[in-house]
């Protein structure tokens, strides 16, 4: 009997995630009001937990449309900075277009690989990173690439997804479309939608890069819609795996509440290291 075992290719992978993002981007941006109603008390959250106040430098990690930048952005006012970084330049674009409407002068956009942050060391005050985490192919050397760019005492917060029992508006259609596509379910260590969110997962993440005084907080962010096709068309259209998953499907195979859980976690650099600046 033979076992055929598919090979992850970190590269590959790399550049499909960012093709999503380029091809989604407008839809994220798009659907905007609704990312920030869902994800609202998550952001503040995120903020709060990173300290980010008046007068903070915060990089923002896979930033995707700003809608945390811009929130940062205000928290910070006009003596502090927020630079969003992504790997996609397409979504960013959007990011640059949300501050200037908002009249943001404080926010500065980057192409950036978060695993390879090109940023000047012992820098920031914070770093941020909204549902971005889960796309790090290594995410050891982008959680230490984060403490990197942190000044001794800075603050490390992200949000992500809980276990696909708790997130059941987006495992069910991940399930169904990997299931139709014969698509074969992330290995254990590889990026993923879950892969940050079973008991301790994120705390040891945290810990093994070495930060500090770490926390993590179930809150419960279900996403509401009026209909459950407005549901659907919000992820098809804004999700870029998800966009990406279903393009190998045929159109015929393609009042809501979704159950949701999201994890906001936070470290501290260590207050006795260097500055590296």
Same mark, same amino acid.
């Given at each position: ?85 992504? +790997? ?39 770093? +941020? ?47 169904? +479309? ?40 179930? +809150? ?58």
């Amino acid at each position: 009997m033979t076992t055929t075992t598919t090979t992850f290719d970190p590269v590959a992978y790399k550049a499909t995630t960012r093709q999503q993002w380029q091809e989604a981007a407008a839809a994220w941006d798009r659907w905007g009001p609704t990312l920030e109603e869902w994800l609202g008390e998550a952001t503040e959250l995120m903020l709060d937990l990173a300290a980010v106040g008046e007068g903070s430098r915060v990089l923002d990690v896979a930033a995707g449309a700003g809608g945390q930048t811009l929130a940062a952005a205000r928290r910070v006012g006009p003596h502090g900075s927020v630079l969003a970084t992504d +790997i996609s330049g397409n979504i960013l674009e959007f990011a640059e277009q949300r501050a200037r409407e908002a009249g943001v002068a404080n926010v500065a956009t980057r192409v950036m690989d978060g695993e390879q942050l090109d940023v000047e060391e012992g820098f920031f005050d914070a770093v +941020i990173s909204r549902v971005g985490f889960i796309y790090f192919p290594n995410q050891q050397a982008a959680f230490e690439a984060m403490r990197g760019a942190l000044k001794p005492g800075g603050r490390l917060a992200g949000v992500v997804y809980s276990t696909p029992e708790a997130n059941g508006f987006f495992s069910i259609p991940v399930s169904i +479309i990997r299931r139709r596509a014969g698509l074969p379910a992330p290995a254990p260590g590889q990026p993923g939608p879950f892969s940050l969110g079973a008991p301790g997962t994120i705390e040891a993440a945290y810990n093994s890069a070495g930060f500090a005084d770490v926390e993590a907080r179930r +809150i419960s962010a279900p996403v509401r819609m009026a209909s459950a096709a407005d549901c659907v068309r919000f992820e098809r259209e804004s999700f870029g795996a998800l966009h990406q998953m279903m393009a190998a499907l045929s159109e015929s195979e393609r009042g809501f509440e979704g159950p949701c859980e999201l994890i906001v976690s936070a470290g501290t650099t260590a207050r006795g290291e260097g500055d590296h600046r």
